[in-house]
């Protein structure tokens, strides 16, 4: 947003978001005491918008509404009015959209809520334009009508909000357990239901707007190394496919765009998130895994290309989001009209570049633009032109260079750069499972990179904190940042068997089962359950855009059981599924990283044990031959003989190594066949084949 007039209270914020927000002639507040207080001392409602800063409509809503005189003279004069960035404060959010769902059916952001001064919601919907269109009625009158409401019937709103509460509340203590908890037979239902709603044409599930749901696909990916399905296979394979094909990749930068706005993975809706990036690599390194597909890892590393170019700080941690539009159009910085690649490329690069990413004179987004995508196979394509895969793959890496630098020179998608870490979390997840499968050296590097600054800028006095930026900690972690942080350092031990990250995510996940564990029902608070600041505080298990915390806290749980042998840890991954149960059984397609824990925790799991003999590359070839092979329920752990490990794992001690050769041990429930001194053997043992 540009500078406009006088800058209001938000001026001094850290948010990206709220800074957007800070010269508008709204006189808006940041959530805290100071604008309840004045709300109350006024009688005055509270006007609440939550966005986040790469979000194209809290941008046409700014530009349309919180710009304007008039409605910001409606707001500052009748109401107390609130901005919040539901990046940095997710707590809010997660408790305001439950209330936006239950009013109208459905959520999305700009979230718009107005409340009374005791944070009790009234009214709730998210976009509104300034004068009635869309079908939607306008800002204005709405601001109106509720100002007026308030000042003759102010009970009746107050009866209304906490009536809803209420409601919400009695909702939340009515999703208690199921007695007969979640079975086996859940995952091949959820599997079956996925099945039923896949695309067959166009790969995904359901119709437009189609979203990637990438823990889908890794929960299938589980169900299928277990029945060994064709049909469940070719749904991962070719989801996976049509999504690097599709528009939604943006095929000269690289990454994922949020989601598609049609059927066919063709138009994106532009914004880019860290964690689309993270949760999607994971996907494709792990499909890379289960059937060697060069295509998976190609676009593991480009999506790691692209954040470690793009979305990386200097410190090594992770920026959140690049914005989805510039110079206040959704998508002008990616789309491209003919004409211009032609003057970039000439006559014969030029065509043969637009007939291969799908670029016409007309345009496929219907205004004369193009996204580039792959509208066909890549073998068709060459056959029909007479060229050699080496030959067109040297001509497009040219190619795309070229288009790459003419884009450069537009005017870019502002970025958000504050660090968060949960989502830091599942990107060094990412980056660790990457480094082993494809064997990237300079991703297990940047991925300490990341986990180093958190542990060192973002855990205090044994608090993990949520937000960092310019130098400024602020939140106390959610759920999500101990769950997906601790998933992180879990993964980059396995990568690294640097007992550092193992040591610390014990500490932090003791630290999370203090603060959010439910004493009562069971399962984890959303946000501390100590914090009585929201009316409602609530738990969540749905796997939406990004997991949810309970569903990655019970994998770790149930991970860190294998590790350290505790059946304490377990029976509380246990006790968090039944606390979850009838949720899961009435709609499990929504739960899918939930169900990818409890796959876990049906074993069997496979403890591998290697005792390394200083100096011996075997242990080293036998730890890169491990991951590289797709095991979803397996731990791994290399003791070197300095004894940190063995400390952690006393059951270490009698592993050791075989006639001074480094010596594989592969474990079920701590019951190991016999050792085994070559990558052969562990092969055997892990698959059943001999390497080839």
């Known amino acids: ?109 700009p979230l718009t ?18 004068e009635k269109k869309y079908n939607l009625p306008g800002f204005k009158d709405i601001l109106k009508g509720i100002a007026r409401i308030w000042g003759e019937k102010r009970e009746m709103l107050e009866e209304k909000g906490q009536g809803l509460v209420s409601a919400l509340v009695q909702m939340e203590q009515d999703e208690k357990a199921d007695s007969d908890g ?26 437009a707007p189609k979203f990637p749901i990438p823990h889908s696909l890794t929960f299938l990916l589980r169900t299928w190394e277990r029945s060994g399905d064709a049909e469940t296979l070719k749904i991962i394979v070719n989801t996976l496919k049509q999504m690097r094909r599709g528009g939604i990749f943006d095929q000269l930068g690289y990454g994922f765009h949020r989601y598609s706005v049609d059927e066919k993975w063709l138009v994106p809706h532009f914004e880019k998130m860290l964690y689309d990036q993270a949760l999607l690599a994971i996907a494709y390194v792990e499909a890379y895994q289960a059937t ?9 590393h480009a999506v790691f290309t692209y954040v470690l170019g793009e979305m990386q700080d200097r410190s090594g941690a992770f920026y959140s989001a690049e914005n989805a539009e510039s110079e206040g159009v959704e998508g002008k910085y990616y789309t491209w009209q003919r004409d211009e690649i032609m003057d970039i490329l000439g006559d014969q690069e030029g065509n043969l570049v637009c007939e291969y990413f799908g670029v016409t004179e007309e345009g496929n987004m219907g205004t004369g633009q193009n996204v580039l995508h792959l509208p066909f196979d890549e073998s068709a394509f060459l056959n029909k032109h007479g060229l050699t895969e080496r030959q067109w793959h040297f001509t497009l890496e040219q190619s795309r260079k070229a288009l790459l630098e003419a884009r450069q020179k537009r005017i870019r998608p502002s970025r958000d750069q504050k660090i968060l870490t949960s989502w830091n979390g599942l990107m060094i997840s990412a980056l660790a499972k990457g480094s082993g499968a494809l064997r990237g050296d300079v991703y297990l590097q940047e991925a ?57 995510a014990i500490q932090l996940n003791k630290k999370m089962l203090e603060l959010f564990w439910d004493q009562e029902q069971g399962g984890l608070f959303f946000a ?64 899918t990283a939930m169900l990818t824990a409890f796959d876990f925790s049906l074993g069997p799991v496979r403890q591998i044990i290697i005792a390394a003999v200083t100096g011996d590359e075997l242990a080293e070839k036998m730890l890169g031959k491990v991951k590289e092979l797709f095991l979803p329920r397996r731990v791994l752990l290399c003791s070197d003989g300095d004894g940190r490990l063995n400390k952690l794992f006393p059951y270490l001690d009698d592993k050791a190594a075989v006639q001074g050769k480094s010596t594989a041990y592969v474990c079920y429930d701590y019951s190991c066949q016999a050792p085994v001194t070559s990558v052969e053997g562990l092969l055997k043992q892990l698959t059943g084949e001999k390497e080839s």
Not at 21 to 40: I, L, M, Q, S, T
Not at 60 to 74: H, I
Not at 292 to 300: H, I, Q, T, V, Y
Not at 470 to 497: H, M, N, R, S
Request: proline share 5%; with cysteine; hydrophobic share 40%.
């Open 1 to 109: 947003m540009e500078a406009k007039g006088k800058p209001n209270r938000l001026v001094n914020a850290k948010s990206p978001y709220l800074l957007q927000h800070a010269y508008n002639p709204v006189d808006w507040y940041e959530w805290g005491d100071e604008a309840f207080a004045r709300a109350k001392k006024e009688n005055k409602p509270i006007f609440l918008s939550i966005g986040y800063s790469t979000c194209h409509w809290c941008h046409n809503m700014a530009r349309d509404s919180f710009e304007a005189e008039d409605v910001a003279a409606l707001l500052n004069e009748y109401y107390i009015s609130i901005k919040v960035d539901r990046e940095e404060r997710p707590d809010i959010d997660h408790a305001y959209m439950k209330v936006c769902q239950a009013l109208t059916g459905q959520g999305g952001w």
């Open 113 to 130: 809520i107005i409340m009374t001064p005791q944070k009790i919601p009234f009214f709730a919907g998210t976009y509104f334009p300034r």
């Open 182 to 207: 979640i079975k086996g037979e859940l995952l091949e239902k959820a599997t079956y239901d996925l099945q039923q709603q896949y695309d067959r044409q166009h790969g995904g599930f359901g119709k």
């Open 292 to 300: 060697g597909e060069k295509l998976f890892s190609d676009s593991a």
């Open 448 to 504: 300490r990179r990341a986990a180093d600054f958190i542990l060192a800028e973002m855990v205090i006095n044994g608090i993990l904190y949520h937000r960092y930026m310019d130098k400024d900690v602020a939140f106390p972690g959610f759920l999500e940042d101990y769950a997906f942080f601790c998933a992180g350092l879990l993964d980059l031990f396995e990568a690294t068997q640097d007992p550092y990250y193992l040591e610390n």
């Open 528 to 591: 501390q359950s100590v914090n009585a600041e929201l009316p409602l505080t609530g738990k969540e298990a749905y796997d939406g855009a990004t997991p949810s915390g309970n569903s990655v806290a019970a994998l770790n749980l149930l991970r860190l059981a294998a590790y350290m042998a505790d059946d304490k840890l377990e029976q509380k991954a246990k006790s968090l599924f039944g606390s979850f149960a009838r949720l899961i059984n009435s709609s499990p397609t929504g739960f």
